[in-house]
T-cell receptor, first 116, second 117 residues
């Protein structure tokens, strides 16, 4: 079974600074997808960024980028120029590639606090 | 376009009762997934429906069931509620089907907070 681990229960960053959230996963599959989701106090999960395992290039979405290390099974999220609105729970998630559907395996989450 | 709508937002039930939660996906979305979120177990996949058929199922007891209607709206039902069923239940929809579904991101609702007393 696949597992996703987020080793940082809480992180703190100063506004405008950069922070990196860690995620490791365990799988025997070669084809899979990885995601970072953000959950603010409103409870709605919002997709931040996604990465296809077959792509070597790291995904980037504006201030958000990932460092995908396939051999090490590591998938960290870097938030640049942190803003107060970035404060939320962040979840790393995994999805197998060769099946249909949206069955995601989530990590335990990292609570990000942004200090003004 | 309206987002994923879950009703009710809050629910309080007594142990032993049953409960039905509702999810209306984004218009045009055919896939609906359900997740349970608790402080202890985190986010866990319950099941997914696509075109009225259950496509995937998580590791939950048979007390948890769901269905999808022809208009893609979905309901999940929990029978014989236990205290441990207290959780935030999240519904998510996506447009995709088949093996290309990964190209269609999941859109989540705000969840239903179920409290079992």
């Amino acid at each position: 079974a696949q597992t996703v681990t987020q080793s940082q229960p809480e992180m703190s960053v100063q506004e405008a600074e950069t922070v990196t959230l860690s995620c490791t996963y365990d799988t025997s599959e070669s084809d899979y997808y990885l995601f970072w989701y953000k959950q603010p106090p409103s409870r709605q999960m919002i997709l931040v960024i996604r990465q296809e395992a077959y792509k070597q290039q790291n995904a980037t979405e504006n201030r958000f980028s990932v460092n995908f290390q396939k051999a090490a099974k590591s998938f960290s999220l870097k938030i640049s120029d942190s803003q107060l609105g970035d404060a939320a729970m962040y979840f790393c998630a995994y999805r197998r590639g060769q099946i249909a559907g949206n069955m995601l395996t989530f990590g335990g989450g990292t609570r990000l606090m942004v200090k003004p | 376009k309206a987002g994923v709508t879950q009703t009710p937002r809050y629910l309080i039930k007594t142990r032993g009762q049953q409960v039905t939660l509702s999810c209306s996906p984004i218009s045009g979305h055919r896939s609906v997934s359900w997740y349970q979120q608790t402080p202890g177990q985190g986010l866990q996949f319950l099941f997914e429906y696509f075109s009225e058929t259950q496509r995937n199922k998580g590791n939950f007891p048979g007390r948890f069931s769901g269905r999808q209607f022809s208009n893609s709206r979905s309901e999940m039902n929990v029978s014989t509620l236990e205290l441990g069923d207290s959780a935030l239940y999240l519904c998510a929809s996506s447009a995709g089907g088949g093996d290309s579904s990964y190209n269609s991101p999941l859109h989540f609702g705000n969840g239903t907070r179920l409290t079992v007393t």
